[in-house]
Every structure is written in C-alpha cells, then in structure tokens.
C-alpha cells in the first residue's frame, strides 16, 4: 500500500487534472482512496464514560479523545494551532504561542482533542450559535441568516489542526475528532446544522467524507492571511 503521504499528492494532482469533472465523480474518487480506520466510524467502542474519554488504537498507535478541561490542555490545544498555522504560512507567530479570537473564551465553545500519551496531537473547537453570533458571520452572515430563519439551530466546527508528524496516519486523527464532535453536537447538545469556514483546497475532506454541503462564494479571509 501507498503511503498516506504519497496518495495525498496523488489526488491533489488528480484533482488538478479533473477539476471540471463533477463534484459527485470527484467526492467518490476520493472516498474510494481515502483509508478510514475501523474505530474511526464505528460504533461499537462507545460506552457511557465516551464524553469523558474516548480510546483507540489504530495502526498500532493508542489514542484519547476527549473535550479539554485543563488549562494545560487548553494551551496545548491553542499552541498546537498556532504551530501548525505559523508553519502553514496562515498566520504570523505570536509572542504567547496560542492562536486565540475572541471566541474561544466563551462559555458556547468546546474544545475537543486527541492524546498520543500526554501529548495533543489534534484538536477541533465547536461554538455553539450564540448572542454574538459565529466566527462565519463575518463573511457568511446572509447564509447563515438563512439557515436560522429556516429553524435550523447551527454550531460552527473551527480550528482543526493536526500535528505534523500525524498526518501521515490515514487521516485518523481527524476523523477521531470528527467522529467525536459529531456524535457529541447530536447527543450533547440542541444544535441540528454544522457550519465550517475551510479554505477551498480542504473542501473536498469535508464534502467528500462528511457530506458537508458547499457554499460557492469564496472570500479572502484575513484571519488566516487570506
């Protein structure tokens, strides 16, 4: 089998090639060469204790997710971000070491994230639509407008980031973390819509394996330089 790395490469050339092909053609090109690990969408793992921690081992690596309720999972959680979009070139490097917004101190959003040890080596954040409104807002306001006159109750999925040496794992550290968000907004909370802002060569992760539903404008968003 291809490394994780190597098929990355492999399909973003592909994609480069057919990028006037449909999205339907391309969304299952994608899901056929994408590895999900077995206890990344699988059920039978969960217990009454899951939104205290959830383990996993996959590939021989043994994982916990879990919501961060620590200050030193906090930072780690935000200075993992902040590392990983220094490094991406999304964001100039802070004297504190923590990518933070105004947000992430609100009682709405829960940080989520993955432990190799005690190391974090993911995290996501969902905020939860509130008085402020969300972060999308900014550039999607309109649409989400939409959604909540419709009903819909939205919590915005934000700050997904891995660390660099695990990324080459088949994508299980994030699908554990979407696996966990997802069964946490469905059973732990009212909110029935999810919402994520994702620069456009990510959209196909987020189309393709977890049917988000794409928004055709595009915009320069300045909190990641654009």
């Known amino acids: 089998?291809?490394?994780?790395?190597?098929?990355?490469?492999?399909?973003?050339?592909?994609?480069?090639?057919?990028?006037?092909?449909?999205s339907w053609i391309?969304?299952?090109?994608?899901?056929?060469?994408?590895?999900?690990?077995e206890s990344a969408r699988s059920d039978t793992q969960y217990n009454s204790q899951y939104y205290t921690q959830y383990n996993?081992?996959?590939?021989?690596?043994?994982?916990?997710?879990?919501?961060?309720?620590?200050?030193?999972?906090?930072e780690a959680s935000y200075g993992l971000l902040h590392e990983c979009y220094v490094k991406k070139e999304l964001m100039e490097a802070h004297p504190s070491g923590l990518r933070c917004n105004e947000y992430t101190f609100l009682p709405h959003s829960t940080a989520i994230i993955v432990l190799y040890g005690k190391r974090v080596v993911g995290t996501v954040t969902l905020i939860i639509d509130n008085p402020l409104g969300l972060p999308a807002d900014k550039d999607f306001k309109v649409e989400n407008d939409k959604l909540r006159q419709q009903g819909r109750r939205l919590i915005e999925v934000s700050a997904?980031?891995?660390?660099?040496?695990?990324?080459?794992?088949?994508?299980?550290v994030s699908l554990l973390l979407m696996k966990y968000l997802y069964n946490f907004v469905r059973d732990y909370t009212q909110q029935d819509c999810?919402?994520?802002?994702?620069?456009?060569?990510?959209?196909?992760?987020?189309?393709?394996?977890?049917?988000?539903?794409?928004n055709p404008k595009t915009v320069k968003y300045e909190f990641v330089k654009g």
């Open 1 to 22: 089998a291809l490394p994780s790395s190597i098929k990355e490469g492999f399909l973003m050339t592909v994609f480069k090639l057919i990028d006037k092909i449909s």
């Open 26 to 37: 391309k969304n299952r090109f994608f899901r056929y060469f994408v590895s999900v690990p």
């Open 56 to 74: 996993s081992q996959i590939n021989g690596l043994q994982y916990q997710v879990k919501i961060a309720t620590t200050q030193e999972e906090l």
């Open 160 to 172: 997904l980031s891995v660390a660099r040496d695990f990324r080459n794992q088949g994508h299980a």
């Open 194 to 214: 999810l919402i994520c802002t994702v620069h456009p060569k990510a959209a196909y992760f987020y189309v393709s394996l977890f049917r988000f539903e794409k």
